[in-house]
């Protein structure tokens, strides 16, 4: 018999699932009797952790897809993907407005 707490994303949400295999009376036992709140979460390192007689063991199941990110941070990732070409744009327009401004107030006018 064996507890499984399994882990993943559901439309956007995270989702924690635990299932039983085997005897469910049994492979609730040993979750509760080696489940000890934050010490095991801490030690977890896998999306799927296996909770057998006396011990657990927790392993990285699927493809990692990284993690979760909000929208926020995609514009900062399009920021840091064209920054420089930002840089040039925004250079040209100073330049461009400094070379009309001084036209406008160092060159004489004909009369």
Same mark, same amino acid.
């Given at each position: 018999?064996? @507890?499984?707490?399994? *882990?993943?994303?559901?439309?956007? !949400? ?6 039983? !295999? =085997?005897?469910?009376?049994? #492979?609730?036992?040993?979750?509760? +009797? ?5 010490? *095991?979460? $801490? $030690?977890?390192? =896998?999306? %799927? ?7 657990? *063991?927790? %392993?990285?199941?699927?493809?990692? /897809?990284?993690?979760? $990110?909000? #929208?926020?941070? /995609?514009?900062?990732?399009?920021? %840091?993907?064209?920054?420089?070409? &930002?840089?040039?744009?925004? #250079?040209?327009?100073?330049?461009? #407005? @400094? =070379?009309?401004?001084? +036209?406008? &107030? %160092? $060159?004489?006018? @004909?009369?």
């Amino acid at each position: 018999s064996l @507890a499984i707490l399994t *882990t993943f994303w559901e439309n956007g !949400h995270p989702v924690i699932l635990f299932t039983t !295999h =085997g005897e469910p009376d049994l #492979a609730t036992r040993y979750f509760l +009797n080696t489940f000890k709140e934050e010490k *095991t979460l $801490r $030690r977890l390192t =896998g999306n %799927v952790t296996l909770f057998g007689s006396s011990s657990f *063991t927790s %392993v990285l199941s699927g493809s990692p /897809v990284g993690p979760y $990110r909000p #929208a926020t941070l /995609v514009s900062r990732e399009w920021f %840091v993907k064209f920054r420089f070409l &930002l840089f040039l744009i925004i #250079a040209g327009i100073i330049i461009l #407005a @400094a =070379g009309l401004l001084y +036209n406008r &107030l %160092v $060159r004489s006018k @004909a009369s």
